[in-house]
T-cell receptor, first 114, second 111 residues
Framework: NAGVTQTPKFQVLKTGQSMTLQCAQD?????MSWYRQDPGMGLRLIHY???????DQGEVPNGYNVSRSTTEDFPLRLLSAAPSQTSVYFC?????????????FGEGSRLTVL | GEDVEQSLFLSVREGDSSVINCTYT??????LYWYKQEPGAGLQLLTY?????DMKQDQRLTVLLNKKDKHLSLRIADTQTGDSAIYFC???????????FGTGTLLAVQP
């Protein structure tokens, strides 16, 4: 059972470049989300989705786009990377966050923007 | 929006008890939780407590919830070196599907 899989694990970008962080889960979870982790800031919610075709903004959505065309996949797009987006990104999924459903995390993607 | 705060660092000796504290602002959360992050890994659920409970005990872990003060704590008895990690508290449920985490507390266990 793979759980939550994120790719790539490491990426270096130049300012202004675009890229997509991939996230896939095989647990048939309706809820998926993206967080970024920065020193002293903890985890901050970027975007989340409660099912295919439904997405919503989190605490820090600016500069990021998401889509949810299938239950399994929830890619995060950076349209024009900025140094402030240097961070570790985590994708997480759950069967039902409203019912204290456990959030399952991927291993993280470390992004550096030069 | 939700604001969750934790102290950044705690150092204890092996065998002692550790107490990690958390304060939150959103009283509409129906449950509060503690996650553990080991180096180079994602977070894993440690334990959670529903907002209508005051205390929950699970082996070496004790969670205390003071709703009046909006204060949550995690006590780890007989702390081991394997407990060294970052611990995140947060809240979820209620009217929102958002799960918000605190800043995280780095627990360092000295042998």
């Amino acid at each position: 059972n793979a759980g939550v899989t994120q790719t790539p694990k490491f990426q270096v970008l130049k300012t202004g470049q675009s890229m997509t962080l991939q996230c896939a889960q095989d647990m048939n979870h309706e809820y998926m989300s993206w967080y970024r982790q920065d020193p002293g800031m903890g985890l901050r919610l970027i975007h989340y989705s409660v099912g295919a075709g439904i997405t919503d903004q989190g605490e820090v959505p600016n500069g990021y786009n998401v889509s949810r065309s299938t239950t399994e996949d929830f890619p995060l797009r950076l349209l024009s990377a900025a140094p402030s987006q240097t961070s570790v990104y985590f994708c997480a999924s759950s069967y039902s966050p409203r019912d204290a459903g456990e959030l399952f995390f991927g291993e993280g993607s470390r992004l550096t923007v030069l | 929006g939700e604001d969750v705060e934790q102290s950044l660092f705690l150092s204890v000796r092996e065998g002692d008890s550790s107490v990690i504290n958390c304060t939150y602002t959103d009283s509409s959360s129906t449950y509060l939780y503690w996650y553990k992050q080991e180096p180079g890994a994602g977070l894993q659920l440690l334990t959670y407590i529903f907002s209508n409970m005051d205390m929950k005990q699970d082996q070496r872990l004790t969670v205390l919830l003071n709703k009046k003060d909006k204060h949550l704590s995690l006590r780890i008895a007989d702390t081991q070196t394997g407990d060294s990690a970052i611990y995140f508290c947060g809240g979820g449920g209620g009217a929102t599907n958002k799960l918000i985490f605190g800043t995280g507390t780095l627990l360092a266990v000295q042998p």
